[in-house]
């Protein structure tokens, strides 16, 4: 019996780094940002789709979407109409690689298949899981984690966790919530306590 778990948390709180632990422990992982990495590339169908959808110049040198460019473009317009637009392209597609992918998985007999994603709770993925994960770390921690790994201001990591839902609001739509406050052993002990919790004598840990 194969369970699929949705992984998520707010950024800095090690989110990546748990999903990592999870394949050391046997779980097949699905990252949704690299698939909609995917799903965007040239000669996929949602590449034609947000060319003619979305104007400006977001194709790099070799033609591909250059997905921070194309973030500027959407984000850009102030009536969030080319959000809606790329969110309508993109998520029944990325929503449809993952089902597959939950698929292929299942078939092959992983006991746990782990959906990594920031934005599940707000995202049509929470009709894929079985179970949401969440990954916290107290803001102190988390910030100068983020700031350290981006190499970006303190300030800017500020602004990006008070534009995010709350650990609070995230919190009440998780089935378990695990605390990384530690260091990476810590984090792999918890998680393989919540592993053999969640899935008994099928584990294998």
Do not use: C
């Not at 097949?28 to 949602?46: L, R, S």
């Amino acid at each position: 019996m194969t369970t699929v778990i949705g992984l998520t948390g707010r950024i800095g709180s090690g989110k990546s780094l748990a999903a990592a632990d999870l394949k050391e422990m046997g779980a097949a992982i699905i990252d949704a940002d690299k698939v909609g990495h995917q799903i965007i590339a040239k000669g996929k169908p949602a590449y034609d789709q947000i060319i003619d959808a979305i104007p400006g110049d977001y194709l790099d040198e070799t033609g591909e979407i250059d997905r921070k460019k194309l973030a500027a473009a959407v984000f850009g317009d102030a009536s969030g109409a080319y959000v809606r637009k790329l969110n309508a392209i993109t998520h029944p597609q990325i929503t449809a690689e993952i089902q597959q992918k939950i698929e292929e998985y299942t078939s092959q007999g992983y006991p746990m298949i782990v959906i990594e994603a920031a934005l599940l709770l707000q995202s049509d993925l929470m009709r894929l899981v079985d179970g949401v994960w969440l990954i916290t770390a107290p803001d102190e921690i988390a910030v100068a984690r983020a700031a350290a790994r981006d190499g970006v201001s303190r300030e800017k990591i500020e602004a990006r966790l008070a534009a995010q839902m709350s650990e609070e609001e995230m919190a009440a739509q998780a089935d378990l919530r695990i605390v990384n406050d530690g260091d990476r052993a810590q984090l792999a002990a918890r998680l393989a306590r919540a592993m053999r919790d969640w899935l008994g004598d099928n584990s294998g840990i």
